[in-house]
Nanobody, 117 residues
Framework: VQLQESGPGLVKPSQTLSLTCTVSGGSITTNFYWSWIRQPPGKGLEWMGAIAYSGSTSYSPSLKSRTSISRDTSKNQFTLQVNSVSPEDTAVYYC???????????WGQGTQVTVSS
């Protein structure tokens, strides 16, 4: 299974960040959990949330109020939206999947998102 992140590399403060993960070699509706993780510059990895093969979702408590994960099963994609972004949301964003909530067996290559006016 391969994952590829896509989306704008630059987002203005207060706007919505939207990224898509395209999955190939496997279906997002089979028995896995599909996550978004980010790494701000100079900081560690942060799990943001995930969508399960069933369509149910789970989010990090610190981001839950601003984050939404959805999917398009016809395109085998899942999407991250983060509302009201600030420069603190600048990070490399990764999509990944694993056998349970917050587990990661395989990752995309990551995409840099910078929040700046």
């Amino acid at each position: 299974v391969q994952l590829q992140e896509s989306g704008p590399g630059l987002v203005k403060p207060s706007q919505t960040l939207s990224l898509t993960c395209t999955v190939s070699g496997g279906s997002i509706t089979t028995n896995f959990y599909w996550s978004w993780i980010r790494q701000p510059p100079g900081k560690g990895l942060e799990w943001m949330g995930a969508i399960a093969y069933s369509g149910s979702t789970s989010y990090s408590p610190s981001l839950k109020s601003r984050t939404s994960i959805s999917r398009d099963t016809s395109k085998n994609q899942f999407t991250l939206q983060v509302n009201s972004v600030s420069p603190e949301d600048t990070a490399v964003y990764y999509c990944a999947f694993g056998g349970g909530w917050g587990t990661f067996g395989s990752w995309g290559q990551g995409t840099q998102v910078t929040v700046s006016s």
